[in-house]
């Protein structure tokens, strides 16, 4: 049993305790825990926060990361105004005193991810920061608790960390800042403000949240969500062979494709150069209507007949822009992209009354669950199951990628419904 120093401010414990064995598809190791949440009266809290930015308060941070085993957790991250996404700012909360991290700063923070506290996180919408630390400091926490997957199995309706707060606590979080620019130096008091309290209230909302899965039985389900949202973290998508196909692209005969590639590859060159995101140079929807709209003229190219360009396109930016097209209508035919080639049929299609049958008892359940259908089992693992294959679920199952706790519904499920003795 892990043991957990409390802050003055919280009567009562968080305690993370081993308890029961998971087999995940995607975990080589076998964990065993599960969390047990004792009750506490919420009491002020601190508001107070320490900016990391210089070698001395990196000092404290690292000491106060070893008097505890776990942390709260947030990130702020630029996707709106730079080129490159990057990692901005790590929020955290441990005992009574509050963190906000530069990563931008010439500080290497890379010790903070040895310390005791950042092996376990408490987090709200895990996926996306668990992502950001791995692909830039190659970490994962060994275990995680999502208080958005913890209010999903719950059936909240508002997921979102302002609603919960709200519900549980009875304050409302200001939302100015959600789409700031976080590579602002030195970050205004109101930005940094707005980011302590993305994990002030994680250990209380958790350990709320947390009562609340045990008293309904879905811990276990919680947790090994959180196993695979860790496992997730590590997989890094590869880049595609041709991101210029993009969504709305399909259809496009190689003339179009042709245009399309050379303007989303000026697009990526004018957006580098000028650091913004490629959208903000043109948004796709543009692209495709500015294609469409030079393919009917080709080969010449009447500028005339191109929907309305953005201000930020004039002087030499439009001149490039217009190069572009015009060398673009003079590459030869037999070097034009070509169509993707239709998909060959699958060898092996889903029974259709399958399908149907099992989407209508999956939402049945999910009714009786009051949580999201989605949670048993989305239309691709749908879809999975409903093929004709041997009658083994457990293979399905599998096949499909569900988690135990997924397994355990759906045989309960197709006993109520099929009575199957194969189960």
Request: charge should be neutral.
């Amino acid at each position: 049993m892990f043991s957990m120093r409390t802050s003055t401010n919280y009567r009562g414990k968080l305690v993370f305790i081993s308890k029961q064995r998971f087999s995940l598809l995607t975990l080589k190791k076998r964990e065993r825990f599960s969390i047990l949440f004792s009750r506490f009266n919420k009491v002020e809290l601190n508001l107070n926060y320490t900016m990391v930015d210089s070698p001395e308060t990196l000092r404290q941070l690292l000491d106060c990361l070893e008097l505890y085993d776990m942390a709260a957790l947030d990130t702020e991250a630029d996707s709106m105004y730079h080129y490159k996404i990057r990692l901005c700012l790590i929020q955290i909360t441990v005992g009574d005193s509050n963190w906000l991290l530069d990563p931008l700063s010439d500080l290497d923070i890379s010790e903070i991810f040895k310390t005791k506290a950042m092996q376990i996180l408490l987090l709200h919408g895990a996926d996306y920061d668990l992502r950001l630390l791995f692909q830039k400091y190659g970490f994962v926490p060994r275990l995680v608790f999502d208080t958005m997957m913890a209010a999903k199995l719950l059936g909240k309706e508002h997921l979102g960390l302002s609603s919960l707060v709200e519900e549980y606590f009875g304050i409302t979080l200001k939302k100015d800042n959600q789409k700031a620019d976080w590579t602002i130096r030195p970050l205004p008091e109101d930005m940094k403000d707005y980011a302590v309290h993305d994990t002030i209230y994680l250990h209380e909302l958790a350990a709320k949240l947390g009562e609340e899965l045990i008293a309904c039985g879905r811990m276990l389900w919680h947790t090994e969500i959180c196993l695979q949202l860790v496992e997730h973290a590590k997989k890094i998508p590869l880049p595609k062979e041709e991101p210029w196909k993009i969504t709305g692209s399909k259809h496009l005969p190689p003339r179009s494709l042709n245009l399309l590639r050379a303007l989303f590859n000026w697009r990526e060159q004018e957006a580098e150069k000028l650091d913004k995101p490629p959208y903000k140079i043109l948004p796709p929807d543009l692209m495709l209507a500015i294609v469409r709209a030079a393919s009917s003229t080709f080969p010449e190219l009447d500028l005339s007949r191109l929907p309305r360009l953005p201000r930020r396109l004039s002087g030499e930016i439009l001149d490039s822009f217009e190069y572009t097209l015009q060398e673009a209508m003079k590459v030869p035919v037999e070097e034009w992209p070509k169509k993707d080639p239709r998909p060959e049929p699958p060898s092996v299609v889903p029974d259709a009354d399958l399908l149907l049958a099992l989407k209508y008892w999956r939402d049945k359940k999910a009714e009786q669950l009051n949580i999201d259908a989605a949670m048993l089992g989305n239309r691709t693992q749908l879809i999975t199951l409903s093929l004709p294959v041997e009658n083994d679920w457990s293979k399905r199952y599998n096949e499909a990628g569900l988690m135990a706790w997924q397994q355990t519904i759906w045989n309960e499920i197709l006993k109520e419904n099929i009575g199957d003795s194969t189960l």
